[in-house]
């Protein structure tokens, strides 16, 4: 039964109840590794669906253009106060409405059309709106990329430098969506520094990791912070924008009006309450079980053959390229899915496959760790991503299904906010 129960919803609308319902019980009986997705808790479930979803707000506390404030105001200084404090940062804003609304803001506050912009490269790690061709921020900036090197996986810093200098872009963008080492943000600080550019953090994976200390800060390194809210951080789907005080303003005003109209100030709140959480003691131990679970993970997968880019990880993300296992990536992770391991397939670093069927597969581990489970599973998973590769390479469904069953029977002792099995 989906937690809090939906009572009303099996009255009026019984098709749409019975998906979320069947959504819930999807979610408890697979492992979910998605590196981008996690499990929230039932408060910041409450305050997503509250009656906050009525109301608009547009502008920000005490200068809106709609009356009726007298909540809302208080709610979204609370979130802007929480995050402020949670990362140390001068200033906040809250109300982009996710990841990629908020790095477009972030070209609204700083860049005009076709300035130039240095991101790292989609397929090496980056992310679409760090200049990449499909992307408004491809077409309408002028991109130039950074790589990973090809002997070690990891960001290229000489390339970083060299092309910093040479194409002396407005904005300089660390971070991105498959990035399994740390970020070195005072090198990264030091490239923008030099070439005159505004460096972004886009910390969308890790900010739960810095909020509770697995990995280090961009504050007082880089100029702006993007992150979403719902990976590691454990909040709803949302984003922030974080600064230092000089850049507040502009912020401020491409965030809105520049982009966006009222803000989500159901998400508002849950973002909040996802803040609070992290501000407790014991988030910092979450982060870092994520971290020992990825590493343990990782150490299983090394040990049963497969090739890791970068050769293991630093913090929540694996990936793996298939290409010795002789499987490509979209369907050992169907088969994967079938077996009731959820992950995406991702392309590797100078991937010789497309996008839609790349060489290789991406996970994490923050959901798992939000569930409860510890390193001593590790081994176990591992054994079972393995068989059910290989299956996938020989169509062998009897392992596929096998799999399944032992991964639900597993998963029952590990109980998830949102859902639970009838008593
Ligand atoms: N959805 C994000 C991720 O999975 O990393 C990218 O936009």
């Avoid at 079980?289 to 990782?298: K, S, T």
Wanted: net charge negative.
């Amino acid at each position: 039964m989906h937690q809090p129960p939906l009572p009303h919803l099996h009255d009026q609308d019984p098709a749409i109840a019975g998906l979320i319902e069947a959504e819930a019980r999807r979610q408890f009986e697979k492992i979910r590794l998605i590196a981008s997705e996690n499990y929230v808790s039932p408060a910041v479930l409450e305050a997503t669906g509250s009656v906050l979803t009525n109301k608009y707000s547009e502008g920000y506390a005490g200068r809106r253009y709609y009356e009726g404030q007298q909540n809302v105001d208080p709610i979204e200084l609370l979130a802007v106060e929480r995050a402020k404090a949670v990362f140390g940062a001068e200033h906040a804003n809250v109300q982009p409405y996710s990841g990629s609304p908020a790095n477009l803001a972030v070209y609204m506050a700083f860049l005009r059309p076709g300035d130039t912009v240095l991101g790292l490269s989609l397929p090496m790690g980056g992310h679409l709106t760090h200049g990449w061709p499909v992307s408004a921020t491809g077409s309408w900036f002028t991109p130039v990329r950074y790589e990973v090197r090809a002997a070690d996986g990891r960001v290229d810093m000489d390339q970083v430098r060299d092309l910093a200098l040479k194409e002396r872009p407005k904005l300089i963008w660390c971070g991105g969506t498959a990035i399994p080492r740390t970020i070195d943000f005072p090198a990264f600080a030091e490239i923008a520094r030099e070439a005159g550019a505004v460096l972004a953090a886009d910390v969308a994976h890790i900010a739960g990791l810095i909020a509770g200390g697995a990995h280090p800060s961009p504050v007082g390194h880089a100029d702006v912070i993007t992150t979403t809210t719902h990976k590691t951080l454990r909040g709803p789907r949302g984003a922030m924008i974080m600064s230092t005080a000089e850049h507040a303003a502009a912020i401020d005003k491409a965030v809105f009006p520049g982009l966006q109209g009222g803000p989500h100030d159901h998400t508002t709140a849950a973002i909040a309450v996802a803040l609070d959480e992290a501000s407790r003691p014991g988030f910092g131990g979450y982060a870092r079980q994520i971290v020992a679970n990825a590493r343990a993970l990782a150490a299983a997968l090394l040990e049963r053959g497969f090739d890791l880019v970068s050769g293991g990880t630093d913090n929540h993300l694996i990936l793996i390229d298939l290409t010795n296992k002789g499987v490509p990536g979209k369907p050992a992770a169907k088969a994967l899915d079938r077996a009731g391991v959820e992950l995406n397939h991702n392309a590797v670093p100078f991937d010789p496959r497309r996008p839609f069927d790349p060489s290789g597969l991406r996970i994490g581990t923050a959901a798992i760790t939000t569930r409860g489970l510890t390193e001593e599973r590790m081994p176990q998973l591992a054994e079972w991503i393995d068989a059910v590769v290989t299956a996938a390479g020989k169509q062998d469904e009897a392992t596929v299904t096998r799999t399944a069953a032992e991964i639900r029977e597993m998963l029952a002792a590990y109980p998830i906010p949102g859902w639970a099995p009838a008593p």
